[in-house]
């Protein structure tokens, strides 16, 4: 079994700074890919930036150069450092990833249960 716990949420006014994280664990044999995904209220759930375990990135275009995404492959751990946010920025964050487990053959896909992140004007 597999586990992602996001942590690093909270309440915080426009303009200021944050950083996410999310810890992989359970018995992993290796996580490729992972994401960090929002869903505010009243609307879908979308993604908000990736990295494969080679460090390659992408962003939705509306946290691009405020949002960085990074990762630490022996921690199993990926952030996300949120900087110059915006109170559309207000939404529950959930962490993905591609997770093969020990004696699995295929990669299979894990949610965290989310954390909060209130930006205030």
């Known amino acids: 079994q597999v586990q992602l716990v996001e942590s690093g949420g909270g309440l915080v006014q426009a303009g200021e700074s944050l950083r996410l994280s999310c810890a992989a664990s359970g018995s992993i044999d290796r996580v490729y890919g992972m994401g960090w995904y929002r869903q505010a209220p009243g609307k879908e759930r979308e993604l908000v930036a990736t990295?494969?375990?080679?460090?390659?990135?992408d962003y939705a275009d509306s946290v691009k150069g405020r949002f960085t995404v990074s990762r630490d492959n022996e921690k199993k751990t990926a952030f996300l450092q949120m900087n110059n946010v915006e109170p559309e920025d207000t939404a529950v964050y959930y962490c993905?990833?591609?997770?093969?487990?020990?004696?699995?053959?295929?990669?299979?896909?894990?949610w965290g249960q989310g954390t909060q992140v209130t930006v205030s004007s």
């Open positions: 993905n990833a591609g997770v093969r487990t020990r004696g699995a053959p295929a990669v299979s896909a894990y």
């Open positions: 990295i494969t375990s080679d460090l390659r990135t």
